[in-house]
């Protein structure tokens, strides 16, 4: 546990598509955090990361919505967030501005305190008491940006490790882009769905009943081909599984009334 | 090379259903980069060489007009010549000018990249001169009329039956599909090439500075024979290779065998250092260095300027999962892959490069095994950025981003946009959780479902909790 008394303070990067697709995730989020030790807020004025801007190459709005970002997250000691790509590109904020521009070093001091959940709890707090249970046979996707740009690898093994009657198989290709590439996936369709179905394969392989990962864009890629294959299989992301919140049917399986709160 | 980077969708829709190289495909898939990593693992400095070297590329490249011009003076000294041109055209003029004066009808070549890049082939041919492509890979290419689809492995696009068919036709044999037997026949081809050529032309890896010295890699020697047994040796090449001292170069060889093909060193190594002097045994008479810029020299000193450092190792197609999918004939150019979609916009312009920076899912595999650390996703948006301010993008995508910037730039809109867009999909979804086919989104409902929203969105959940 962190040495200090004082909850730590931590704003919530909800990510938009946490937000739209799958809200259990950024409650899920925020139970973990608090089993750490932290006070946990939502700014309320927080939207998108800016990566589909970034990415297409729209330096002007991604500046826009860096700057908006920015300040939604002032005060926190910490930022925290459920996806690799989206605290990946709270990272790139500082790259956007001149060495000049006061918003560069409003920016580094953000990349300084943004972390994706598992990072932040293993490498920050030192979190480990993970009470949950989870009974099957588990393969872990490392998403691009996460393992390539923060360094998320160890983390999420290492809290898994601690779920009672989970077993984790490392499937082939773990580390291999699953073709969703935020905009690639409508750009380049079939690539992305080249991609998808060796990752499909792989998941397959490696015998595994449930698919986890750490970033829903990668998620709801992965298990809409898994579904539309017709396999069989669970997706579902890491935190669900580490606050115990699985009593919510897998991504792409639930079966809501309209209207009713999950 | 024609250009037919413009239709990458096209070509790699057709390549993604090519069976025979898909299968070419998964034999480089578990060939380099599991070589490679092997090779890594062995060599606990790795990291710290790949440090190394981009250090001393950076320093290299703030300093490239003195290299260049020491190399020059070297090769001056040796007794050799060193021509400067500007574009392809001009570095074409002056090698067939070079063949013109010693009368040459035939000339032999090594692999050459950059000779692809200035179309030297055609032009020769045009102009009556006949090239004789020596590497096996490329004399298999040229054979068939074909291009390389790799930097390092040329014909890695074939399968041994492609190989063993084109023989069979063109060498007039009976056919074979024993690998030795089809070594064995190019080898005779050649040999008599060899002897009756006026001319080798070969490329080189690194030009070294001090000495005046160029040097090339290779697994078969070809590139020896090349060099050695004509009159004249051109070496053509591009003003980036230039390295300081010869123990300079031994880092980049180092890195470069082990990121290209995993092995610790590559079968040959050779090194010119200008015309054969009184007592050499062998050697050229003339020996000529072909330095081409194309666009390069306009890189330095902006953000591409980190692309020079590139060693042709060809580690970025290699792991790259688009490649992998859809390989280098895709990229309607020369240089395929990560290192492609940089170098190719500024070659040929983004105006018909566009597709190529846009291929990418940003997996940062490639940055990961440049043994030169080259920020490939980084330049790749460069090129994203500038198609962009020149409005090049598709009007969609300007659209889609416009519309959705509306929106993410203004939270409380945003609020509203994201619960009704979350009702939209629940409602579509009905009880089943997932969405077999929306309107507009076929690029994703094609291939696979769309797993529905699993609720109210979670800012309007998380307001509701906090009020309860």
């Given at each position: 546990?962190?040495?200090?008394?004082?909850p730590?303070?931590v704003?919530?990067?909800v990510?938009?598509?946490?937000?739209m697709f799958?809200?259990s995730?950024g409650?899920?989020?925020?139970?973990?955090l608090?089993?750490?030790?932290?006070?946990v807020?939502?700014?309320e004025t927080?939207?998108c990361?800016?990566?589909?801007?970034?990415?297409s190459?729209?330096?002007?709005?991604t500046?826009q919505?860096a700057?908006?970002?920015i300040?939604a997250?002032?005060?926190?000691?910490?930022?925290?967030g459920?996806?690799?790509s989206?605290?990946?590109?709270?990272?790139h904020y500082?790259d956007?501005?001149?060495?000049?521009?006061p918003?560069r070093?409003?920016?580094?001091n953000l990349?300084?305190r943004?972390f994706?959940?598992?990072?932040?709890?293993?490498d920050v707090m030192?979190?480990d008491?993970?009470?949950?249970?989870?009974?099957?046979k588990?393969?872990?996707?490392d998403?691009?940006a996460?393992?390539r740009?923060?360094?998320?690898?160890?983390?999420p093994?290492k809290?898994?490790a601690?779920?009672?009657?989970?077993?984790?198989t490392?499937m082939?290709d773990?580390e291999?882009?699953c073709?969703?590439g935020?905009?690639?996936?409508?750009?380049?369709?079939e690539?992305?769905?080249?991609?998808?179905?060796?990752?499909?394969?792989n998941?397959?392989l490696?015998g595994?009943?449930?698919?986890?990962?750490?970033?829903l864009?990668?998620l709801?890629n992965?298990?809409?081909?898994l579904?539309?294959?017709?396999?069989n299989?669970?997706t579902?992301?890491?935190?669900?599984?580490l606050?115990?919140?699985?009593?919510?049917?897998a991504?792409?399986e639930?079966a809501?009334?309209?209207?009713?709160?999950? | 090379?024609e250009?037919?980077?413009p239709e990458?969708?096209e070509?790699?829709?057709?390549a993604?259903?090519d069976?025979?190289l898909?299968?070419?495909?998964?034999?480089?898939?578990a060939?380099?980069?599991?070589?490679?990593?092997?090779?890594?693992?062995r060599?606990?400095?790795?990291?710290?060489?790949?440090d190394e070297?981009?250090?001393?590329?950076n320093?290299?490249l703030?300093n490239?007009?003195?290299?260049?011009?020491?190399?020059?003076?070297n090769?001056?000294?040796?007794g050799?010549?060193?021509?400067?041109?500007r574009?392809p055209?001009?570095?074409?003029k002056?090698?067939?000018?070079i063949c013109?004066?010693?009368?040459?009808?035939?000339?032999?070549?090594g692999?050459s990249?950059?000779?692809?890049e200035i179309n030297?082939n055609?032009?020769?041919?045009?102009n009556?001169?006949?090239?004789i492509e020596?590497?096996?890979?490329?004399?298999i290419?040229?054979?068939r009329?074909?291009?390389?689809s790799h930097?390092?492995?040329?014909a890695?696009?074939?399968?041994l039956?492609?190989?063993?068919?084109i023989?069979?036709?063109?060498?007039?044999r009976?056919k074979s599909?024993?690998?030795a037997?089809?070594?064995?026949?190019?080898?005779?081809?050649?040999?008599?090439k060899f002897?009756?050529?006026d001319v080798?032309i070969?490329?080189?890896?690194f030009?070294v500075?001090?000495t005046?010295?160029?040097?090339i890699?290779?697994n078969?020697?070809?590139g020896?024979?090349?060099?050695t047994?004509?009159?004249?040796?051109?070496?053509v090449t591009?003003i980036e290779?230039v390295?300081p001292?010869?123990?300079?170069?031994t880092?980049?060889?180092?890195?470069?065998?082990r990121?290209a093909t995993?092995?610790?060193?590559?079968?040959?190594?050779?090194?010119?250092t200008?015309?054969?002097?009184?007592?050499?045994?062998?050697g050229?008479?003339?020996?000529?260095v072909?330095l081409?810029?194309n666009?390069?020299?306009e890189m330095?000193g902006?953000?591409?300027q980190e692309?020079?450092?590139?060693i042709?190792?060809?580690?970025?197609?290699?792991?790259?999962p688009?490649?992998g999918?859809v390989?280098?004939?895709?990229?309607?150019?020369?240089?395929?892959?990560p290192?492609?979609s940089v170098?190719t916009?500024?070659?040929i312009g983004i105006?018909?490069?566009g597709?190529l920076?846009?291929?990418?899912?940003f997996?940062?595999?490639?940055e990961?095994?440049?043994?030169v650390?080259i920020?490939?996703?980084?330049l790749?948006?460069?090129?994203?950025?500038?198609?962009?301010?020149?409005?090049?993008?598709p009007k969609?995508?300007r659209w889609?981003i416009?519309g959705?910037?509306f929106f993410?730039?203004r939270?409380?809109?945003y609020r509203l946009?994201?619960?009704?867009?979350?009702l939209?999909?629940r409602?579509?979804?009905?009880?089943?959780?997932?969405i077999?086919?929306?309107?507009?989104?076929?690029?994703?409902?094609?291939?696979?479902?769309?797993p529905?929203?699993?609720?109210?969105t979670f800012?309007s959940q998380?307001?509701?909790?906090?009020?309860?």
């Amino acid at each position: 546990m962190h040495a200090s008394k004082k909850p730590m303070k931590v704003g919530l990067f909800v990510t938009c598509l946490v937000d739209m697709f799958r809200p259990s995730i950024g409650f899920a989020t925020i139970k973990l955090l608090e089993s750490a030790g932290c006070e946990v807020s939502v700014p309320e004025t927080q939207t998108c990361c800016g990566q589909p801007a970034f990415n297409s190459g729209d330096k002007k709005t991604t500046q826009q919505i860096a700057r908006q970002t920015i300040e939604a997250f002032d005060g926190y000691e910490y930022v925290v967030g459920p996806s690799g790509s989206c605290i990946g590109m709270l990272h790139h904020y500082a790259d956007l501005f001149d060495n000049n521009d006061p918003w560069r070093a409003r920016a580094e001091n953000l990349k300084n305190r943004a972390f994706e959940i598992t990072s932040f709890l293993t490498d920050v707090m030192d979190f480990d008491s993970i009470l949950s249970s989870y009974e099957g046979k588990v393969t872990y996707h490392d998403s691009c940006a996460g393992l390539r740009e923060l360094g998320v690898k160890q983390q999420p093994r290492k809290l898994l490790a601690k779920v009672a009657n989970l077993s984790l198989t490392e499937m082939e290709d773990a580390e291999t882009c699953c073709g969703f590439g935020g905009t690639f996936c409508v750009k380049y369709p079939e690539i992305s769905n080249r991609m998808v179905e060796n990752k499909s394969a792989n998941v397959e392989l490696s015998g595994a009943t449930t698919l986890l990962g750490g970033d829903l864009g990668c998620l709801l890629n992965m298990a809409g081909k898994l579904k539309r294959q017709g396999h069989n299989i669970e997706t579902r992301h890491i935190v669900e599984v580490l606050a115990g919140m699985t009593d919510e049917p897998a991504i792409g399986e639930a079966a809501y009334e309209l209207g009713q709160p999950a | 090379m024609e250009i037919h980077s413009p239709e990458f969708k096209e070509k790699s829709r057709i390549a993604l259903h090519d069976v025979n190289l898909q299968k070419a495909l998964s034999n480089l898939k578990a060939g380099f980069p599991v070589k490679r990593s092997t090779a890594v693992a062995r060599m606990p400095e790795f990291e710290q060489l790949r440090d190394e070297a981009t250090a001393l590329k950076n320093h290299i490249l703030e300093n490239l007009d003195i290299y260049l011009e020491q190399f020059e003076a070297n090769v001056i000294k040796n007794g050799g010549h060193v021509h400067w041109c500007r574009t392809p055209d001009d570095a074409c003029k002056k090698i067939l000018e070079i063949c013109k004066d010693v009368d040459s009808k035939t000339v032999t070549k090594g692999k050459s990249m950059v000779s692809e890049e200035i179309n030297l082939n055609d032009y020769l041919q045009k102009n009556g001169v006949e090239p004789i492509e020596t590497d096996l890979g490329e004399y298999i290419l040229q054979l068939r009329g074909d291009h390389p689809s790799h930097i390092i492995a040329p014909a890695i696009h074939l399968n041994l039956e492609d190989v063993s068919e084109i023989f069979h036709e063109k060498h007039k044999r009976p056919k074979s599909s024993d690998p030795a037997v089809l070594m064995q026949e190019a080898r005779e081809m050649l040999r008599e090439k060899f002897a009756g050529a006026d001319v080798g032309i070969t490329g080189a890896n690194f030009l070294v500075a001090e000495t005046g010295s160029t040097i090339i890699v290779t697994n078969e020697g070809n590139g020896d024979l090349t060099q050695t047994l004509p009159k004249t040796h051109i070496v053509v090449t591009s003003i980036e290779k230039v390295v300081p001292t010869l123990e300079d170069m031994t880092l980049f060889l180092r890195l470069l065998a082990r990121s290209a093909t995993g092995q610790e060193f590559t079968v040959y190594n050779t090194l010119s250092t200008g015309p054969r002097r009184t007592g050499d045994q062998d050697g050229p008479e003339n020996f000529h260095v072909v330095l081409v810029d194309n666009g390069r020299s306009e890189m330095v000193g902006t953000e591409f300027q980190e692309m020079l450092r590139c060693i042709r190792c060809s580690a970025c197609m290699n792991h790259c999962p688009v490649y992998g999918a859809v390989g280098g004939h895709s990229y309607g150019w020369v240089y395929p892959g990560p290192m492609g979609s940089v170098l190719t916009p500024q070659m040929i312009g983004i105006e018909q490069a566009g597709l190529l920076p846009n291929a990418s899912t940003f997996c940062g595999k490639c940055e990961s095994v440049c043994p030169v650390r080259i920020p490939l996703p980084k330049l790749m948006r460069h090129w994203r950025e500038d198609e962009f301010s020149k409005h090049l993008s598709p009007k969609a995508v300007r659209w889609g981003i416009g519309g959705w910037a509306f929106f993410a730039k203004r939270p409380g809109l945003y609020r509203l946009l994201s619960t009704s867009s979350n009702l939209f999909l629940r409602v579509m979804a009905g009880k089943k959780g997932r969405i077999k086919k929306i309107p507009m989104a076929g690029g994703w409902t094609d291939w696979r479902d769309m797993p529905a929203p699993s609720g109210k969105t979670f800012m309007s959940q998380y307001k509701s909790r906090k009020q309860s």
